[in-house]
């Protein structure tokens, strides 16, 4: 990848949902001065999904995120590609980045209202950058790939008319089969593939529902969990093609079960930062082995709405406050929504190269509490190395790792 900086600010290109070497991660430690350029190299080395791309800036992610600057990665593979599924790029198979907008006259707002304590809420929808989107389509199957790359908005994706869609992929790939269901909630940061069937001559909004799994009636008011609006809508061509039935199987996982797990670890939610420590650039949070499983219990009883983003790797959720998880969990995850009240257990392997001196991050996708300081920083050793402070920290102008909370 050339990543050429035209801003007159630092930025960098995060990979999220990419396993790929520290270095290459396109984190805040991986910064592009302006005018600058960066050429990060890597072997794409894991399953078909869809994954996407954004800034990472210590303490100005929600901005550079919010005005713009995002994409999707759809990666396909040998599995993905022979599997009866709509595969057509923007005839069956759409890309649906979804983001929340305000404008102030021409130009975009940012402001926080008082009370929204989840960070910026726009008061419009844009998808893949167009207000009132709306597409034609000629397939009886169509494949949405959900993007939710909004910083602080939630969806609950369905149609006004109840009808199931069939889930097929979470954030890091397939399912090992479609599970049908009718509303799906994406936090930000997630994705999700859908596949709905379509009846020749009919509009169909795709729309966002109020929210049962998001927090009290207070929360929900104020972190947009009861708002309800138009997301996409779809028309459907007098006459469809026919399209293949969905496949009843779709392949095996290859996250980990969590039974070769050798270690565990917590980690406590609260704005104020995780584990009760806000992102320090210098301080290494935790030092992983290479090649093993480990359980991370991730629990927030902090009042309001996160979410948890792990770098590099796609996790398995084994355990959503000792239940088994919703259909909607049951694929690769590289990043999960905790309401209020919420712990969750997940089974992660780090496969990667080991590297002691570079972090990967992992953090809420809050992208307010992001930069607050909700973010922790881990490194990939070989057994019984030691992790190293991390080399060539810089911080974003502006930003002086000031105390919240
Ligand atoms: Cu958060």
Same mark, same amino acid.
């Given at each position: 990848m050339?990543?050429a900086?035209?801003?007159d600010e *630092?930025?960098?290109?995060?990979w999220? +949902?990419?396993?790929?070497?520290?270095?290459? #991660?396109g984190?805040p %430690?991986?910064?592009i001065?302006?005018?600058?350029?960066?050429?990060?190299?890597?072997?794409?080395?894991?399953?078909?999904?869809?994954?996407? &791309? %954004?800034?990472?800036?210590?303490?100005?992610?929600?901005?550079h995120?919010r005005k713009?600057?995002a994409?999707?990665?759809?990666?396909?593979?040998? $599995?993905s590609?022979?599997? *009866?599924?709509?595969?057509?790029?923007g005839?069956d198979?759409l890309?649906?980045?979804?983001?929340?907008?305000?404008f102030?006259g021409?130009?975009?707002d +940012?402001?926080?209202?008082?009370?929204?304590?989840?960070g910026?809420?726009?008061?419009?929808?844009?998808?893949?950058g167009?207000?009132h989107?709306?597409?034609?389509? #000629?397939?009886?199957l169509?494949?949405l790939? /959900?993007?939710?790359?909004s910083?602080?908005?939630? &969806?609950?994706f369905?149609f006004?008319?109840?009808?199931?869609?069939?889930l097929?992929?979470?954030?890091?790939?397939?399912?090992?089969?479609?599970?049908?269901?009718?509303?799906?909630?994406?936090?930000?940061?997630?994705r999700? =593939?859908?596949?709905v069937?379509m009846?020749?001559?009919?509009?169909?909004m795709?729309?966002s529902?109020?929210q049962d799994n998001y927090?009290?009636?207070?929360? @929900?008011?104020?972190?947009?969990?009861?708002?309800?609006?138009?997301?996409? =809508?779809?028309?459907?061509?007098?006459e /469809? $093609?026919?399209?293949?039935?969905?496949?009843?199987?779709?392949? =095996?996982l290859?996250?980990?079960?969590?039974t070769? *797990?050798?270690?565990g670890?917590?980690?406590?939610?609260?704005?104020s930062?995780?584990?009760? @420590?806000?992102? #320090?650039?210098?301080r290494?949070?935790?030092?992983?082995?290479?090649?093993?499983?480990e359980?991370?219990?991730?629990?927030n009883?902090n009042?309001?709405?996160?979410n948890f983003?792990?770098?590099?790797?796609q996790?398995r959720?084994l355990?959503?406050n000792?239940e088994?998880?919703?259909a909607?969990?049951?694929?690769?995850?590289?990043?999960?929504?905790?309401p209020? +009240?919420t712990?969750?257990k997940l089974a992660l @392997?780090?496969?990667?190269?080991?590297?002691?001196?570079t972090?990967?991050m992992?953090?809420?996708?809050?992208?307010?509490h992001?930069?607050?300081?909700?973010?922790?920083?881990f490194v990939?050793v070989?057994?019984g190395?030691?992790?190293?402070?991390p080399?060539?920290?810089?911080g974003?102008?502006? %930003?002086s790792? %000031?105390?919240?909370?």
């Amino acid at each position: 990848m050339r990543i050429a900086n035209g801003l007159d600010e *630092a930025s960098s290109v995060h990979w999220h +949902g990419m396993h790929l070497p520290a270095r290459m #991660d396109g984190g805040p %430690h991986q910064m592009i001065d302006p005018g600058g350029t960066w050429t990060p190299r890597w072997s794409v080395d894991q399953p078909a999904a869809t994954l996407w &791309y %954004h800034p990472h800036p210590h303490g100005a992610t929600e901005q550079h995120v919010r005005k713009g600057l995002a994409g999707m990665f759809i990666l396909d593979d040998e $599995r993905s590609t022979k599997l *009866a599924l709509p595969k057509r790029y923007g005839v069956d198979d759409l890309p649906v980045i979804v983001q929340d907008v305000r404008f102030d006259g021409a130009k975009l707002d +940012g402001g926080r209202k008082i009370m929204q304590n989840v960070g910026f809420l726009g008061d419009r929808t844009m998808v893949n950058g167009t207000l009132h989107p709306y597409r034609e389509v #000629d397939d009886e199957l169509i494949r949405l790939r /959900l993007l939710n790359a909004s910083t602080a908005r939630t &969806y609950a994706f369905g149609f006004p008319d109840d009808r199931a869609f069939s889930l097929i992929a979470t954030d890091g790939g397939l399912l090992e089969r479609p599970e049908s269901m009718d509303r799906l909630q994406l936090s930000p940061g997630e994705r999700a =593939e859908i596949v709905v069937r379509m009846r020749a001559g009919e509009r169909v909004m795709l729309r966002s529902f109020p929210q049962d799994n998001y927090g009290d009636s207070w929360q @929900r008011r104020f972190g947009g969990g009861d708002d309800s609006f138009d997301v996409l =809508e779809l028309r459907a061509a007098e006459e /469809l $093609r026919p399209s293949p039935g969905i496949p009843t199987a779709l392949g =095996e996982l290859e996250t980990p079960d969590g039974t070769d *797990a050798v270690r565990g670890r917590h980690f406590d939610l609260k704005r104020s930062g995780i584990n009760k @420590r806000s992102m #320090d650039m210098g301080r290494v949070d935790e030092t992983v082995t290479r090649g093993t499983t480990e359980v991370w219990t991730v629990r927030n009883s902090n009042g309001m709405p996160h979410n948890f983003h792990v770098h590099d790797v796609q996790f398995r959720v084994l355990e959503v406050n000792g239940e088994a998880p919703s259909a909607a969990l049951r694929g690769p995850k590289d990043t999960v929504f905790l309401p209020n +009240g919420t712990t969750m257990k997940l089974a992660l @392997r780090f496969t990667g190269p080991a590297d002691p001196d570079t972090p990967y991050m992992y953090h809420c996708h809050l992208l307010f509490h992001e930069d607050e300081g909700m973010m922790g920083q881990f490194v990939v050793v070989e057994k019984g190395q030691r992790a190293q402070a991390p080399s060539g920290t810089r911080g974003t102008p502006g %930003h002086s790792g %000031h105390k919240h909370g």
